[in-house]
Every structure is written in C-alpha cells, then in structure tokens.
C-alpha cells in the first residue's frame, strides 16, 4: 500500500519545547509513521524554548501570509528535524506571539506566573492558536507533497480542520486532505469570547452553537471535533467516558453523538527509555530472565536510597505521580497507614499541589523508617522507583492513557490502578479467572474510595507472599505487553486510511 503523507500540528514536541504528554506524542508518532514508510512532516511554533533547546535550526526562505481578521501577518518559516530522523520539523515564527517564554522569570508557552505565584493564561492566546492554525494551512503548499492527512492535538491547533473546511478545502492542492483531530485532556478547551471570531475572518453565521459556539464562547476544542474528518482521543476507555457527563467537561453531549466518528488509540511507550535491560539508572539492569535475580537489587538500592530498611521481605508499594486531585493521592493518603499495617514501605517521587506535600511530608516524618518521600522532578528516582518497586500505585481518579502503567508493566513492578480511561486498557486485573487464564497483568478495582484501593492492594499481597508462583507469573506477562508506539502508529496509520479511503 502507497505511503500516507501527513503533517501533524501541536504546539509543543519534545526535545523542541515541552509542557506534558503531548508532545511527546507529537514527537514519537511521526517518527514512528516515518519508520512504517509514511512520509510525515510536523509543524509547531518557534518558541524562545526552541532557541534554548539547541536544535539545528536551517532557514527556508518560505515567508507565509497570514490573514488575520483584516490584517496579514507575515511569518518565516524555519525548518529542523526530529532528532535521528528525516522527519522535518517547520517552525512557524513570529517573534511577537512565539518568543517570550521564559522559565527563569516565570513565563511558559501558554501561561505566566503572576505576582501572588499563581499562573494565568496569556491575554493574547486565542490570537496567537488562530495564527498559527492558520499558518499551518498556508504551510502545504510548501511542504513537497500534498498531505492526506491534517492531523491537529488539543485546542491550539482546533482550528486547524475548520479552516481546511471553510477556507482552503476549494483551494487546489487541499482537496483531498483529510482532517484527524486528538484530544489529549478535555478539561483544557480553549474558550474565548465571540470577537476572536474576527481574526479568524470565518464568516459570523458560524458562530451558532451546532459548530463554532459554546454557550456564548468561541471553543476551539468544539470547533476542532465538529469540523474534522474524524476524532480520537489517547484510549479507547477514555473515548467513551468523555461521552458521559462525569468525565467529558460540557462536550458530553456533542461527543456522544459523533458515533464512530470519535475512537481511542492507547500512546506509546518510549521503550527506548524505559528499557529495565538498559536503564542506565538500575543497580543491577534485567531482562524477563533475570528480573527474579536482578531486581531485588534494585529493590535493595531503593530503600537504601531513601533511607529504608534494606528488608527483603518488605514489599515496597512505588508512586510516581504529579500531585495533583487526578491522581488519586486522597486515596492513597487514606489507605497508606492500613498498608503499614501490612507490612509494606511505601515510596513517593512526585511534584505538585501543597497540600499534598505537607500531607505526604508528615506522613513520611511520622513513619521514617516505613516512608520514603521525595519531593521534586527526578527522571533518575523515577526510573529507580519502577524497578526496585513490588507494586506500582495508580489509583486515578481519571486518566485519558497513563504512562506511568506502562512502564511499570514493562518493569515487571505489577500496577495497582483504577479502572478508568488508560489504565483500564492496559491493565488485565489479577482476577481468579485471568490469573488462570495467564493473561493478568496487574491489580485493578472500580470504585474510587481508599477501602478498594487497600482491598486490592491485600489482594495483591496475598499473591506476592501465599502464591509467588502467581504473582511471578503476572510479573511475567506484565513484561512481555507491547505497548510500543510501533504499535500506536499502526493504529492511527489505519485511522487515517479509513478516514482518506486510502
Ligand atoms: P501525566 O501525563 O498525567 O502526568 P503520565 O503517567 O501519563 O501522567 O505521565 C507522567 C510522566 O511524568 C511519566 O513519564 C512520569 O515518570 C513522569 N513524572 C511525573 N512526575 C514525576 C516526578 N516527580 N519525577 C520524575 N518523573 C515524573
């Protein structure tokens, strides 16, 4: 079958500016369509970020019209490449909307940080998403191929399918390209007042509530799932909970009767970094035949780590989390003295809201030698906390895919999680059944309360101390999942061929 030519658009990729899992979707799919024969090219804003970043960076020459309302803005056009790859990234710049973020005086892509410490929205950021949407558009005819695929991330690039719709679809050289649009967090949609509908210069009949208008407000997510070819978010459990009221944010109703227009496609997994058998971080690296040998060593140099009994028998409960509400953390703070009761350690990396911090500070200084807390940003901790781990904990509240799961299975450290958006697709509970079956993977429950949390957790450990040829037997199959994004792309590779006819 012929390649599908495609050009993503976000407003961060990692390694050139990042602020969550977005980017790092949008930089490992394309490398991954790329490595299955699809010539794919990405776009995303030339922020200062990218300057820091030190990428090489090569001038194209290529200067765009952007019309915005009565003006055009003219923007040049910059080109880098997604490291190790032919991939090419273009860089919209404009200097004004794209380069004042500045971590070091509190100013990030989206946001800056006000004068009490709290983080407001830039005043501009509808302008700036319509102008780079809309030079995103004025982009294809310079890319060397005509894309099939427009495929567009989260409101920053929602009008993306719309002005192919509206404004460039009876242009030559648009009319065969399809539009995919991704939610990767519904809770953020980009919600303006109704005068953002003259810079986008679409004309005022729109602005009705079955396409650009949410209750008064120009929403740009809204107006990215109406307009494209077709929509998705990052799981498929995540896809049909954001149907209903409790997760979808407002948009329930409109989600709910896109039919099979809207799925859900799990991320990948970096296993490039997340690999137990070259992680530079672990005391003692291991594959699936050496994880029994291996790992307790890593267990050992964990609690030694952080200040813990080096006790063999201990099972040591790992979390890794930002510490925010979405997490699950109320949970784990209720459940934790009972897992003390049970004879666990429980070891916390993770970064976020206060209260949590003091919370998890007085539970650690009450339980020294039971409770290991770091506090802060550690990509090494994290990689040590997967390995030297018993069992992972992830009890969310909602998650749209999880990533921390993944990595937890491929490290044979067996998840407890929720049964909610990624996580209840990734995870195969160690029920009776499954556990014969030798398909369970890990721990899982439903409701979101401390009891079944803990409940699961007993459960888990009368595996690990009544029937450890049980609970090897999940480490096992834990390893051996694939959740690589060789694996996500073929997904979306077939989403786009349906959505093209292709
Ligand atoms: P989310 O994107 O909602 O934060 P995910 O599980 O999808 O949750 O991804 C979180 C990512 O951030 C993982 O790579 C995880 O290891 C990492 N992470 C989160 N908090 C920390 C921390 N305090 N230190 C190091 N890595 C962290």
Same mark, same amino acid.
């Given at each position: 079958?012929?390649?599908?030519?495609?050009?993503?658009?976000?407003?961060?990729?990692?390694?050139?500016?990042?602020?969550?899992?977005?980017?790092?979707? !949008?930089?490992?799919?394309?490398?991954?369509?790329?490595?299955?024969?699809?010539?794919?090219?990405? !776009?995303?804003?030339?922020?200062?970020?990218?300057?820091?970043?030190?990428?090489?960076?090569?001038?194209?020459?290529?200067?765009?019209?952007?019309?915005?309302?009565?003006?055009?803005?003219?923007?040049?056009?910059?080109?880098?490449?997604?490291?190790?790859?032919?991939?090419?990234?273009?860089?919209?710049?404009?200097?004004?909307?794209?380069?004042?973020?500045?971590?070091?005086?509190?100013?990030?892509?989206?946001?800056?940080?006000?004068?009490?410490?709290?983080? &407001?929205?830039?005043?501009?950021? !509808?302008?700036?998403?319509?102008?780079?949407?809309?030079?995103?558009?004025?982009?294809?005819?310079?890319?060397?191929?005509?894309?099939?695929?427009?495929?567009?991330?989260?409101?920053?690039?929602?009008?993306?399918?719309?002005?192919?719709?509206?404004?460039?679809?009876?242009?030559?050289?648009?009319?065969?390209?399809? &539009?995919?649009?991704?939610?990767?967090?519904?809770?953020?949609?980009?919600?303006?007042?109704?005068?953002?509908?003259?810079?986008?210069?679409?004309?005022?009949?729109?602005?009705?509530?079955?396409?650009?208008?949410?209750?008064?407000?120009?929403?740009?997510?809204?107006?990215?799932?109406?307009?494209?070819?077709?929509?998705?978010?990052? &799981?498929?459990?995540?896809?049909?909970?954001?149907?209903?009221?409790?997760?979808?944010?407002?948009?329930?109703?409109?989600?709910?009767?896109?039919?099979?227009?809207?799925?859900?496609?799990?991320?990948?997994?970096?296993?490039?970094?997340?690999?137990?058998?070259?992680?530079?971080?672990?005391?003692?690296?291991?594959?699936?035949?050496?994880?029994?040998?291996?790992?307790?060593?890593?267990?050992?140099?964990?609690?030694?780590?952080?200040?813990?009994?080096?006790?063999?028998?201990?099972?040591?409960?790992?979390?890794?989390?930002?510490?925010? &509400?979405?997490?699950?953390?109320?949970?784990?703070?209720?459940?934790?003295?009972?897992?003390?009761?049970?004879?666990?350690?429980?070891?916390?990396?993770?970064?976020?809201?206060?209260?949590?911090?003091?919370? =998890?500070?007085?539970?650690?200084?009450?339980?020294?030698?039971?409770?290991?807390?770091?506090?802060?940003?550690?990509?090494?901790?994290?990689?040590?906390?997967?390995?030297?781990?018993?069992?992972?904990?992830?009890?969310?509240?909602?998650?749209?895919?999880?990533?921390?799961?993944?990595?937890?299975?491929?490290?044979?450290?067996?998840?407890?999680?929720?049964?909610?958006?990624?996580?209840?697709?990734?995870?195969?509970?160690?029920?009776?059944?499954?556990?014969?079956?030798?398909?369970?993977?890990?721990?899982?429950?439903?409701?979101?309360?401390?009891?079944? =949390?803990?409940?699961?957790?007993?459960?888990?450990?009368?595996?690990?101390?009544?029937?450890?040829?049980?609970?090897?037997?999940?480490?096992?199959?834990?390893?051996?999942?694939?959740?690589?994004?060789?694996?996500?792309?073929?997904?979306?590779?077939?989403?786009?061929?349906?959505?093209?006819?292709?």
């Amino acid at each position: 079958m012929a390649g599908l030519r495609v050009l993503l658009a976000a407003s961060e990729v990692a390694g050139f500016a990042k602020t969550g899992g977005l980017a790092d979707v !949008a930089a490992a799919l394309p490398r991954a369509l790329a490595r299955r024969g699809h010539p794919t090219a990405v !776009a995303m804003p030339y922020y200062s970020a990218v300057r820091r970043a030190g990428v090489p960076v090569e001038g194209t020459g290529i200067v765009l019209p952007v019309p915005m309302g009565t003006r055009v803005l003219a923007c040049r056009v910059h080109r880098s490449r997604l490291p190790g790859t032919d991939v090419p990234v273009y860089l919209i710049e404009h200097q004004p909307f794209f380069e004042r973020d500045d971590p070091a005086a509190g100013r990030g892509l989206y946001q800056q940080t006000m004068g009490g410490g709290y983080k &407001s929205d830039y005043p501009d950021n !509808a302008e700036r998403f319509v102008f780079f949407s809309r030079a995103v558009l004025e982009l294809v005819p310079h890319l060397g191929f005509t894309p099939d695929v427009l495929h567009a991330n989260d409101w920053q690039t929602g009008l993306v399918p719309v002005f192919l719709a509206e404004a460039y679809r009876a242009k030559g050289g648009y009319q065969k390209t399809r &539009s995919v649009f991704t939610i990767h967090n519904i809770a953020y949609q980009g919600m303006f007042g109704r005068d953002v509908l003259g810079m986008t210069g679409l004309p005022g009949y729109l602005f009705n509530h079955a396409q650009l208008e949410f209750y008064g407000h120009f929403n740009f997510l809204k107006a990215g799932v109406v307009y494209a070819d077709a929509v998705n978010t990052v &799981s498929p459990t995540y896809a049909r909970e954001i149907r209903t009221a409790a997760f979808g944010c407002g948009l329930e109703g409109l989600l709910g009767g896109l039919g099979g227009k809207l799925s859900g496609i799990v991320n990948g997994c970096d296993y490039d970094h997340w690999d137990p058998a070259r992680d530079r971080f672990l005391a003692a690296p291991y594959t699936a035949e050496t994880v029994f040998e291996n790992k307790p060593v890593c267990k050992a140099d964990l609690q030694r780590r952080f200040g813990l009994p080096e006790d063999p028998s201990a099972p040591v409960l790992g979390m890794i989390a930002r510490l925010v &509400s979405q997490k699950g953390i109320d949970l784990v703070m209720s459940a934790a003295p009972g897992f003390l009761d049970l004879g666990c350690q429980v070891v916390v990396l993770g970064d976020g809201d206060r209260e949590f911090h003091d919370q =998890l500070r007085a539970f650690r200084d009450k339980h020294p030698d039971r409770v290991g807390l770091h506090l802060g940003f550690d990509e090494g901790i994290a990689h040590r906390i997967e390995a030297g781990a018993d069992l992972f904990l992830m009890p969310s509240r909602y998650e749209p895919c999880g990533l921390n799961q993944l990595y937890s299975l491929r490290y044979g450290t067996p998840p407890v999680v929720r049964t909610t958006g990624g996580l209840a697709d990734t995870v195969v509970n160690a029920t009776e059944e499954n556990l014969a079956a030798g398909t369970a993977t890990g721990f899982a429950f439903g409701d979101y309360t401390a009891s079944a =949390l803990y409940e699961t957790v007993r459960w888990a450990l009368t595996l690990y101390r009544e029937r450890p040829d049980d609970f090897r037997q999940v480490v096992l199959t834990a390893m051996a999942q694939d959740w690589s994004w060789d694996r996500s792309a073929a997904a979306y590779e077939a989403l786009y061929r349906k959505v093209t006819g292709a």
